[in-house]
């Protein structure tokens, strides 16, 4: 199995920065996506963002230009930098990782963004 744990979220005022970071721990071969999910009260989760193959980095549209996402496979770690955060960013983070090797999706706990206005 893997092991998802979630960092870094917090209360921000519009305008502000956070890091979000999340370490993959277990059964972890190669091919492992990771990736960042987001869920605000009443909706659905989203992806945010996440490693398409290749390496290459996916966004949702709504943080194009003010999020990144990056990442340190030696140490099985993603992490997500939030700059320009708006109120409509507020929500619940989550880190992903899709194990082809399980064939199926993890979780982490979740970390609680918010962005006041």
């Known amino acids: 199995q893997v092991q998802l744990v979630e960092s870094g979220g917090g209360l921000v005022q519009a305008g502000g920065s956070l890091r979000l970071s999340c370490a993959a721990s277990?059964?972890?071969?190669?091919?492992?996506?990771m990736g960042w999910y987001r869920q605000a009260p009443g909706k659905q989760r989203e992806l945010v963002a996440d490693?398409?193959?290749?390496?290459?980095?996916n966004y949702a549209d709504s943080v194009k230009g003010r999020f990144t996402i990056s990442s340190d496979n030696a140490k099985h770690t993603v992490d997500l930098q939030m700059n320009s955060l708006k109120p409509e960013d507020t929500a619940v983070y989550y880190c992903n990782a899709y194990s082809p090797y399980f064939g199926r999706n993890f979780w982490g706990q979740g970390t609680q963004v918010t962005v006041s206005s």
């Open positions: 277990g059964i972890i071969f190669s091919g492992t996506a």
């Open positions: 490693f398409r193959s290749g390496g290459i980095t």
